[in-house]
């Protein structure tokens, strides 16, 4: 079981990582997460990209499991809700942007439970980034994909149903992998 510091320390070596990403670089806007639980911290990243001047769009999860959306404007700006039968999120506590406010992200940071070899990624199974990542497609929008985990969450093969998509890349502790085929 990793601790709170352990988190905190994957968060900074995920963010010093991440943050030398070329899409990155260059992103006006991206939409990102507040990590949860035992998933690799991603504080540190949040606000190094505000402090970059980067917009960063952070998830509120809507009944139907669908994602709203509002702008991260420091750590002030979340407000913890628990949802019916789920974990407690940090969601922003300002203006909802709506479901479409994805679509403006030059990348869209996603959770994920694993990545293969392909860069097909394993959710959570909630099904709230599949449909963001069909609202992506379905818009037209072609930003770019990256998943933040630990180095034993990137597996040889995952199971992926026709509507899966590969990623562009997945960062954890150790280094970035890209995949082609993203």
Same mark, same amino acid.
């Given at each position: ?11 900074? +070596? ?38 970059? /001047? ?15 959306? /509002? ?55 909630? /099904? ?31 199971? +992926? ?22």
């Amino acid at each position: 079981m990793l601790t709170d510091d352990d988190v905190d320390e994957t968060g900074r +070596a995920l963010a010093g990582r991440a943050l030398e990403l070329p899409e990155l670089a260059g992103a006006r806007t991206v939409a990102a997460y507040v990590s949860v639980g035992g998933e690799p911290g991603t504080a540190a990243l949040l606000d190094a990209l505000r402090a970059r /001047g980067v917009r960063v769009l952070l998830p509120a999860l809507l009944p139907d499991n669908d994602l709203d959306w /509002g702008e991260y404007a420091g750590p002030g700006s979340l407000a913890r809700v628990r949802h019916s039968g789920k974990m407690a999120l940090f969601e922003p506590s300002g203006a909802r942007l709506g479901p479409d406010a994805v679509t403006a992200a030059d990348v869209v940071l996603l959770p994920g439970l694993a990545v293969d070899a392909r860069g097909m990624r394993l959710g959570r199974g909630g /099904g709230s980034y599949d449909r963001v990542l069909a609202r992506l497609e379905r818009a037209g929008a072609r930003p770019r994909l990256v998943v933040l985990l630990y180095d034993t969450e990137v597996v040889a093969h995952i199971p +992926a149903e026709a509507h899966d998509k590969p990623v562009h890349a997945v960062v954890t502790p150790s280094g970035v992998r890209r995949f082609p085929s993203g």
